[in-house]
């Protein structure tokens, strides 16, 4: 199943929450098997590096 995930902020690095809550739904849709793909806002209020950003590829 392919995922689309829209997210108001980043969700990595997990640090409040919100960003909690979005990693870790998108951890068990990965786990159960789902492609997800994830959109996110990066504004200037929670900005993160590109550098932070993780990139998880499991499965084929």
């Given at each position: 199943m392919?995922?689309?995930q829209l997210c108001l902020?980043?969700?990595y690095p997990p640090?409040?929450?919100?960003?909690i809550a979005m990693y870790n739904?998108?951890?068990s849709l990965i786990t159960a098997g789902?492609?997800?793909?994830a959109l996110a806002f990066?504004?200037?209020?929670?900005?993160v590096p590109e550098k932070?950003?993780?990139r998880?590829?499991?499965g084929g």
């Open positions: 392919k995922i689309l902020r980043v969700p640090r409040d929450g919100a960003t739904l998108s951890e789902a492609s997800v793909k990066n504004t200037k209020k929670s900005f932070k950003l993780m998880v590829t499991k």
